[in-house]
């Protein structure tokens, strides 16, 4: 089992950038590296949002048409952590950003379902 726990979040104006991570505990480099990892947001009343997704050596990654060209998401095994590397934040943007963890497949799902661990949650506000 895996422990998720997010960082990076905070307040940025539009256009601006914020860099998420999700460190792994509980885990060593080999566990880690055996898990696809993705980002969903949740914006307050909605439901969870696929945004972006990395198979588990990094190697191959799938995002989201409403991210494509703004965000990239990529992993380092070594130190059991995922990034997000945000940029041109727009207020629409604004959700808990929330980072799960994919032991049974060894692509990049966008399925909410496909994720068996999830962390807590850190959150994104973009003011306009």
């Known amino acids: 089992q895996v422990q998720l726990v997010e960082s990076g979040g905070g307040l940025v104006q539009a256009g601006g950038s914020l860099r998420l991570s999700c460190a792994a505990s509980a885990a060593s480099a080999q566990t880690f590296s055996r898990y696809a990892l993705g980002w969903f947001p949740q914006a307050p009343g909605k439901e969870l949002e696929f945004v972006v997704a990395i198979s588990r050596l990094g190697g191959s990654t799938y995002y989201a048409d409403s991210v494509k060209g703004r965000f990239t998401i990529s992993r380092d095994n070594a130190k059991n952590t995922v990034y997000l590397q945000m940029n041109s934040l727009k207020p629409e943007d604004t959700a808990v950003y929330y980072c799960?963890?994919?032991?049974?497949?060894?692509?990049?799902?966008?399925?909410?379902?496909?994720?068996?661990?999830w962390g807590q949650g850190t959150q994104v506000t973009v003011s306009s």
């Open positions: 799960a963890a994919d032991l049974l497949r060894s692509g990049t799902s966008y399925y909410v379902q496909d994720y068996e661990y």
